[in-house]
């Protein structure tokens, strides 16, 4: 964070820094920290009456402007200011907004086997043949039951992911295919050629992909290894399009500095068409992208948190700002912040006449939000509007409203093989030992899930679904190698942890492998109440 100091005291940027590391250092907010998400959790499950409990309660009734939520929902608020909503007929909880589940339902296709029917009085009610039962809750509202088991992570992502291949395959075009020909050595300029000429809509059809001077018949397995080699290109900082997050995070975000290419925008719009390509006819790409990038196709806010996994130090800067009275430490920050770009120092005001307004204790906050927005788009703004123009002509992003951004970059870049053996061999533990019983259910809880769930475990405490080419023995940390590590921590009725910068799982030691399931299935499952760091 660009500061400036006053007083003799000379306090600036670097001693508040300095200071806050030493404030760090010294406070033990582990405990602290995991009491809070086990409240959080307990507040969202418990039913609570209308005299108490931390979380704030509307009724189903409409407040200004809103539509009124169905009969028997409640909407409630956590400590966290999260929403989620409360069914009271069916006494369960979820975070999705029943209204905006409702409204969408009716235009998607039941699942095979299911039967839509009415009573003699008109009611609506659903017909399961497949488990010869009957329900009146609609198959295609996904629930999520307070308990978190009784609708458990894969058959919720299968189910999103089966209604959004039903919805290519209406928008496919099924006659003709659009034949692409490109040369290995020279994959990126030659698809770029060919793909940004080619009307959107004929890009629906069914892909014919061609090596030059290869016989061979396109049943799918060259147009895999067509988007492998050209997202491996296309994707490479080398080219200035993109870049790391950070020096320990090989997830990609824009490059700012794109605009050293004279046609990057185009570049970037015919990068939109390829990652929408790809979702659309069910192709895995090479490389990833940051989770921020994610959740920004799917116009998610972006909070000060998503900063943590790729600008560890801005996200400390603001996060130092937050916690402390600026004026007690004599440091003076301004609406406005300074970056550089190829050589070049630029100033960016974070509102009209920004480098004149002083931040203080009133409105720190709208200035540490401001920064983050800024952080998110500085110097891409342009180049991301082509790259989701590129992407909504194949993709309409509302067909993604159901996934959240960990779900998305699964879909996108595919759950590897996971070698459980590879895994167990370069984990090491703290407190723990191999042979005690928590770290053997542990193991037998990896074994049972499915590669979905697994996947979901390891971006749980890595921030990642990918792996290096070396397994796990080369994962990095944000101090370099730093292997996948259990460390007993807490009490048996806490949450587990994970801390993605150090590939580190927090793992209470349960008393039985019940329980031990339950959590660690919570956990990977509704992984944002979980306070990952």
Avoid at 96 to 124: C, F, M
Avoid at 337 to 343: D, K, N, P
Avoid at 450 to 469: A, H, K
Wanted: glycine content about 8%; aromatic content about 12%; some cysteine.
């Amino acid at each position: 964070v660009s500061t400036q100091s006053t007083g003799s005291s000379g306090i600036n940027a670097e001693y508040g820094k300095q200071w806050y590391q030493r404030r760090v250092r010294g406070r033990q907010q582990t405990s602290d920290n995991q009491e809070a998400n086990r409240q959080n959790l307990a507040n969202r499950y418990r039913r609570q009456d209308s005299r108490g409990g931390p979380a704030t309660t509307e009724g189903a009734g409409p407040s200004t402007g809103e539509e009124p939520l169905p009969p028997s929902w409640e909407k409630r608020i956590m400590d966290n200011g999260r929403v989620y909503f409360v069914n009271h007929e069916s006494r369960t909880t979820q975070w999705e907004d029943p209204r905006i589940q409702i409204k969408h339902a009716s235009v998607l296709p039941l699942p095979d086997g299911w039967e839509e029917r009415y009573t003699n009085d008109g009611v609506k009610y659903y017909v399961d043949h497949n488990a010869r039962k009957t329900t009146f809750q609609d198959p295609r509202v996904t629930m999520t039951s307070g308990s978190g088991a009784s609708v458990p992570y894969e058959r919720s992502y299968q189910w999103k992911f089966g209604q959004f291949r039903h919805i290519c395959g209406r928008a496919s075009i099924q006659q003709g295919h659009i034949k692409i020909c490109v040369s290995r050595t020279s994959v990126f300029e030659d698809s770029f050629n060919q793909i940004i000429n080619v009307p959107a809509q004929d890009l629906r059809r069914r892909l014919f992909i061609s090596f030059k001077g290869e016989e061979g018949l396109d049943y799918g397995g060259l147009a895999r290894e067509w988007f492998f080699l050209l997202s491996h290109e296309m994707l490479n900082p080398m080219y200035c399009l993109f870049e790391y997050a950070s020096k320990n995070n090989y997830s990609l975000q824009i490059n700012p500095a794109s605009y050293v290419n004279p046609h990057h925008l185009t570049y970037f719009k015919f990068v939109g068409r390829v990652i929408a390509l790809a979702l659309f006819h069910n192709k895995y790409i090479d490389k990833g992208f940051t989770l921020p990038f994610y959740k920004r196709i799917l116009d998610k806010p972006l909070t000060m948190l998503d900063l943590k996994s790729v600008d560890e130090d801005f996200y400390n800067s603001l996060k130092w700002v937050k916690e402390n009275d600026l004026e007690e430490c004599d440091v003076e920050l301004y609406f406005a912040h300074e970056f550089e770009v190829l050589g070049e120092v630029k100033v960016h005001e974070l509102k009209p006449g920004g480098e004149e307004i002083l931040v203080t204790a009133e409105n720190k906050d709208e200035y540490v939000n401001l920064m983050v927005g800024w952080r998110f788009t500085r110097g891409v703004s342009e180049q991301y509007n082509a790259f989701i123009q590129g992407f909504n002509e194949i993709v309409n992003v509302k067909w993604l409203q159901y996934f959240d951004e960990r779900e998305l970059e699964v879909m996108l870049v595919g759950i590897q093989d996971i070698d459980i053996q590879d895994w167990n061999m370069h984990t090491i533990y703290r407190h723990y030992k191999r042979t005690d019983k928590q770290i053997q259910w542990f193991w037998t809880f990896i074994k049972e899930i499915s590669d979905e769930q697994r996947s979901r475990m390891l971006q749980f405490v890595t921030g990642t679904c990918r792996l290096p080419i070396g397994g796990f023995r080369e994962l990095m940390g944000s101090n370099g190698p730093q292997k996948f590590c259990i460390e007993r921590v807490g009490k048996e009725n806490w949450l587990p942890r994970s801390h993605t910068c150090f590939n580190r799982l927090d793992l209470p030691p349960y008393r039985s492998y019940t329980v031990l399931k339950e959590k660690l299935l919570l956990a990977i499952e509704e992984t944002e109440g979980f306070g990952n760091e």
